[in-house]
């Protein structure tokens, strides 16, 4: 059998993490690119280094040769500058896009058959732009967002509560900005609906947290962006695939009629499985989140005509 391939585009703290997260589960051989010659080789020196300690048997090359990545079975991309504090994910649409139009070039020529995930921000245009640029159907690209968006909601919840992380099962769905939308309606505590255990103004406390939560983290490090956990949300979406578990996980999926959105990315419910995305789960939403997944909506819909503008331009 043919050894499984991961190709992680980006050797920045996200790519590191990600090349240590799939080594540690086995889950296939990682090529680490970068364009800045000798960070992506010395990271993947370093990880083998440590394989004769963790015993996991994986190769680990770092280049900055786009056909090095060739045969890849998953693509996870974090190409592209973070965000400092004071910038939101949109301030770095433009630089992003420029980087972003490269590393698509090099996916489609090297990596044809891949299912490329994309975590560089602003989230929801980076994956519009990826499969415009590679052609890929949609069930081959997607965005990782809510993942991480729910991840963050069940440690808040997890932390006012006082209770462990495994008893909380809680959803966020929309746009990864400042305004994407968690859903009280489908979270729940073992069971029990979040409004039985916190009232409704601290929950609205902790959402608020929630939409937040990226700044908060660039707030406290000064100097880069959350890196262990959005690289442990997109390995979350690469072990679905590759081991084909029919996971359901919110992510950025390409919509065509569902929840009444037309060809666009965004945030939703999704089984991925080794065809990639698919399915996307449906969920009945009450009228607070239809009001606030139409306001996530119209954000990502300005986004991705600021976006257009900028290509024009170009």
């Known amino acids: 059998?043919?050894?499984r391939k991961i190709a992680l585009i980006g050797a920045g703290n996200i790519g590191g993490t990600m090349a240590h997260l799939c080594a540690l589960k086995k889950l296939g051989d990682v090529v680490l690119f970068d364009v800045l010659d000798g960070l992506p080789q010395g990271k993947a020196l370093d990880l083998l280094e440590s394989a004769p300690i963790e015993g996991f048997d994986v190769q680990i090359t770092g280049?900055?040769?786009?056909?090095?990545?060739?045969?890849?079975?998953?693509?996870i991309v974090t190409a592209g500058i973070v965000r400092k504090p004071g910038m939101s994910r949109d301030d770095l649409l433009g630089t992003n896009c420029k980087i972003m139009k490269q590393v698509c070039e090099g996916i489609?020529?090297?990596?044809?058959?891949?299912?490329?995930?994309?975590i560089t921000n602003p989230l929801d245009a980076m994956v519009t732009l990826t499969k415009r640029i590679t052609g890929f159907p949609k069930n081959r690209v997607v965005g990782q967002s809510g993942i991480l968006d729910s991840s963050r909601y069940c440690t808040f919840l997890a932390e006012e509560l006082n209770i462990s992380v495994a008893s909380v099962s809680a959803l966020v769905l929309g746009g990864h900005g400042d305004d994407m939308v968690p859903l009280r309606s489908s979270s729940r505590v073992s069971g029990v609906p979040l409004e039985k255990l916190i009232s409704s103004k601290r929950l609205g406390e902790i959402e608020d947290r929630v939409r937040k939560a990226g700044g908060e983290i660039i707030s406290l490090l000064k100097t880069g962006?959350?890196?262990?956990?959005?690289?442990?949300?997109?390995?979350?979406?690469?072990?679905?695939?590759?081991l084909d578990t029919k996971e359901i996980l919110p992510c950025a999926a390409?919509?065509?009629?569902?929840?009444?959105?037309q060809g666009l990315y965004f945030g939703v419910p999704v089984v991925i499985g080794g065809n990639g995305v698919e399915k996307v789960i449906?969920?009945?939403?009450?009228?607070?989140?239809?009001?606030?997944?139409?306001?996530?909506?119209?954000?990502?819909?300005?986004?991705l005509q600021a976006m257009d503008k900028l290509l024009v331009q170009k």
């Open 254 to 261: 390409y919509l065509e009629g569902e929840y009444g959105v």
């Open 225 to 242: 962006s959350a890196f262990y956990s959005p690289a442990s949300a997109a390995v979350r979406m690469a072990e679905a695939f590759l």
């Open 1 to 3: 059998m043919k050894r």
């Open 63 to 75: 280049t900055t040769k786009y056909e090095d990545i060739v045969g890849a079975d998953v693509c």
């Open 282 to 303: 449906q969920l009945d939403l009450n009228a607070q989140e239809k009001k606030d997944f139409e306001e996530s909506l119209a954000h990502v819909k300005d986004l």
């Open 108 to 118: 489609k020529k090297y990596a044809p058959d891949s299912l490329v995930i994309v």
